[in-house]
Nanobody, 126 residues
Framework: QVQPVESGGGLVQAGGSLRLSCAAS????????MGWFRRTPGKEREFVAS????????DYADSVNGRFTISRDNAKNTVYLQMNSLKPEDTAIYFC???????????????????WGQGTQVTVSS
């Protein structure tokens, strides 16, 4: 499987916004749920958000709920993460992931995702 490719990371001041993109190649993109995870130094990777294959259902970690929005454009094989009101504690490497199986239930568990991007760095300065 070809890995998803993230883009859009960078340096931003606290209170600012960034939009991450994830391009996932391959047929039947619209059959797979997608997710975003993040990892900070010294911590394990954690769930951020996930979206169902048609975009009708979304799920967010409590720490980002109300500030981040996950969306997708199946015509472009792309999933997005709009991040607003960023905080220094949002500083992390952000990873895009594709569900392991098509037509599965939306999930926040890492083991349900089978293809991961290399990650993009997001740094929020105080």
């Amino acid at each position: 499987q070809v890995q998803p490719v993230e883009s859009g990371g960078g340096l931003v001041q606290a209170g600012g916004s960034l939009r991450l993109s994830c391009a996932a190649s391959g047929r039947a993109f619209s059959s797979y749920n997608m997710g975003w995870f993040r990892r900070t130094p010294g911590k394990e990777r954690e769930f951020v958000a996930s979206i169902s294959r048609n975009g009708a259902s979304t799920d967010y970690a409590d720490s980002v709920n109300g500030r981040f929005t996950i969306s997708r454009d199946n015509a472009k094989n792309t999933v997005y993460l709009q991040m607003n009101s960023l905080k220094p504690e949002d500083t992390a490497i952000y990873f895009c992931a594709k569900a392991k199986f098509p037509y599965s239930s939306i999930s926040r568990r890492e083991e349900t995702f089978g293809s991961w991007g290399q990650g993009t760095q997001v740094t929020v300065s105080s």
